[in-house]
């Protein structure tokens, strides 16, 4: 069953960099698209970005200017940078697997990482 | 792009069937059957329910089904259980080339 384990910085200041780290367990990671997914405080999902098959990335238009995803498949891992991050940042950051074949629904996700931006 | 429309909240009892709308606009929900929906238990990672708008992953109950009419598509929890009762998102591709969700439903079990 493949499982998705995800890292990184939990409390950052205003202007700092995010940066989120996601591994692919007991499945394939060459093949499929990854994607980043937030959900601030009492607010609903948001898409960040995804990464595909061939290294090549897509960005929510509202956060693309900020916004970095890259992998290492050497690792079967995958990354989220998001810079200059504010308040309007903190959210539970997740990361997903899009459904075989490039489909446009996320079929495993990862366990979910607070991230609280407070100077 | 704004997120699609739910309902913020739906109730039923066990056994009833339910239903939960999502509302875009044919620069999504109309424009694609890319519709897919998401069960939602607080402090849990979300759950595939239908994709491609009216596809079950393996493993998810036939009680959930999904269908779209024009810019709205909806879920259907038929034979609804205590089980059932969490958040639900809708997610649509779009015209951008990126993903929108719903703004979500807290389903509740009475």
């Known amino acids: 069953q493949v499982q998705l384990q995800q890292w990184g910085a939990g409390l950052l200041k205003p202007s700092e960099t995010l940066s989120l780290t996601c591994a692919v367990y007991d499945g394939s990671f060459s093949g499929y698209y990854w994607s980043w997914v937030r959900q601030p405080p009492g607010k609903g999902l948001e898409w960040i970005g995804e990464?595909?098959?061939?290294?090549?990335?897509g960005y929510n238009p509202s956060l693309r200017s900020r916004v970095t995803i890259s992998r290492n498949t050497s690792k079967n891992q995958f990354s989220l940078e998001l810079s200059s991050v504010t308040a309007a940042d903190t959210a539970v950051y997740y990361c997903?697997?899009?459904?075989?074949?490039?489909?446009?629904?996320?079929?495993?996700w990862g366990q979910g990482t607070m991230v609280t931006v407070s100077s | 792009q704004s997120a699609l429309t739910q309902p913020a909240s739906v109730s039923g009892s066990p056994g009833q069937s339910i239903t939960i709308s999502c509302t875009g606009t044919s620069s999504d929900v109309g424009g694609y059957n890319y519709v897919s929906w998401y069960q939602h238990h607080p402090g849990k990672a979300p759950k595939l329910m239908i994709y491609?708008?009216?596809n079950r992953p393996s493993g998810v109950s036939n009680r959930f089904s999904g269908s779209k009419s024009g810019n709205t598509a909806s879920l259907t929890i038929s034979g609804l259980q205590a089980e059932d009762e969490a958040d639900y998102y809708c997610s649509s591709y779009t015209s951008t080339y990126s993903y929108v969700f719903g703004t979500g439903t807290k389903v509740t079990v009475l």
């Open positions: 997903a697997r899009h459904c075989s074949g490039g489909r446009k629904a996320f079929d495993i």
């Open positions: 491609e708008v009216t």
């Open positions: 990464i595909n098959p061939s290294g090549g990335t």
